[in-house]
Nanobody, 124 residues
Framework: QVQLVESGGGLVQAGDSLRLSCAAS????????MGWFRQAPGKEREFVAA????????YYADSVKGRFTISRDNAKNTVYLQMNSLKPEDTAVYYC?????????????????WGQGTQVTVSS
C-alpha cells in the first residue's frame, strides 16, 4: 500500500507557472514508477507525464511537452510536476499515481495507487 497526497494547485493566469507536489507514504517510494494525470470537467482522465523509479527516464503527453517537467526526490518520497507557460486548456484536477510497472505507462489502468487530486485553474 502507498498513500499519495497532492498539493500545489491553485488559480493562476495564462502564462504563469505552478509546481505540484505529491508526497508518498507507505511502501518504498523508489519501487514505483510515478505518473501525473489530469481530468477536466466533462472529459476523461488523461495522461500528462511519467517518471521511472530512479528518475532517469521521463515521458510526456504531446500537449505538455516542453512546458511541463516531472521530477522526483526519492529521499523525500515526493514527485513533482513543474508547469510553465500555463494555458486555459490546462485547467483540470491533477492526480498523481503510482505504478509497479517497470516500464513507463500512459494508461491509467497500469497505475495501482492514486491521490485525491489538486485543482489547477488557468484563467485567460
Amino acid at each position: 500500500q502507498v498513500q499519495l497526497v497532492e498539493s500545489g494547485g491553485g488559480l493562476v493566469q495564462a502564462g504563469d507557472s505552478l509546481r505540484l507536489s505529491c508526497a508518498a507514504s507507505g511502501r518504498t517510494f523508489s519501487s514505483f514508477a510515478m505518473g501525473w494525470f489530469r481530468q477536466a470537467p466533462g472529459k476523461e482522465r488523461e495522461f500528462v507525464a511519467a517518471i521511472s523509479r530512479t528518475g532517469g527516464i521521463t515521458y510526456y503527453a504531446d500537449s505538455v511537452k516542453g512546458r511541463f517537467t516531472i521530477s522526483r526526490d526519492n529521499a523525500k518520497n515526493t514527485v513533482y510536476l513543474q508547469m510553465n507557460s500555463l494555458k486555459p486548456e490546462d485547467t483540470a484536477v491533477y492526480y498523481c499515481a503510482a505504478s509497479t510497472s517497470y516500464a513507463l505507462r500512459t494508461g491509467s489502468d497500469w497505475y495501482d495507487y492514486w491521490g485525491q487530486g489538486t485543482q489547477v485553474t488557468v484563467s485567460s
